[in-house]
């Protein structure tokens, strides 16, 4: 199974979900997902529909918020926060690594920490935002 790395109390995040693993996620609490991966990011990979039809069987909300590597725009930001505060809790954020989750989850900031919080809570899950940090003092 997927090991989702905690970032807060409402969303973890892990690398790419396989459909198949929905249950398990599920029966280990989690309410709902957030794929930040577009369609035909690489080959193998599995589609939304897919993704989404095994995260509703499995009873969990599921939200695509496609985003291409290094495209962290303000709208995909933005929508990101909405899904957080709008979708039941715990979410598991995924991309191909996570690090586009992690990153929306910083950039929209839901529980309006400091940029050297954000960057140690993602540094605690595996993912390097010191990057964003220019960026995460201006949100």
């Not at 035909?40 to 909300?61: C, K, L, N, S, V």
């Not at 909405?82 to 039941?88: E, M, R, Y």
């Amino acid at each position: 199974m997927t090991n989702p790395k905690p970032l807060s109390d409402r969303l973890s995040v892990t690398p790419q979900i396989d459909p198949a693993a929905m249950q398990a996620l599920a029966d280990a609490g989690y309410r709902a997902i957030i794929s930040n991966r577009p369609d035909g990011e690489e080959p193998g990979q599995p589609d939304w529909a897919t993704i989404e039809r095994a995260a509703r069987d499995a009873g969990m909300e599921a939200c695509h918020i496609p985003v291409a590597p290094g495209a962290l725009t303000d709208d995909k930001v933005a929508e990101f926060g909405d899904a957080l505060h709008q979708l039941p809790a715990p979410i598991v954020g995924f991309c191909r690594t996570g690090m586009r989750a992690a990153s929306l989850w910083a950039l929209s900031n839901p529980d309006e920490q400091s940029p050297e919080t954000l960057i140690a809570t993602a540094a605690e899950a595996g993912y390097d935002l010191s990057a964003l940090r220019h960026r995460l003092a201006k949100a």
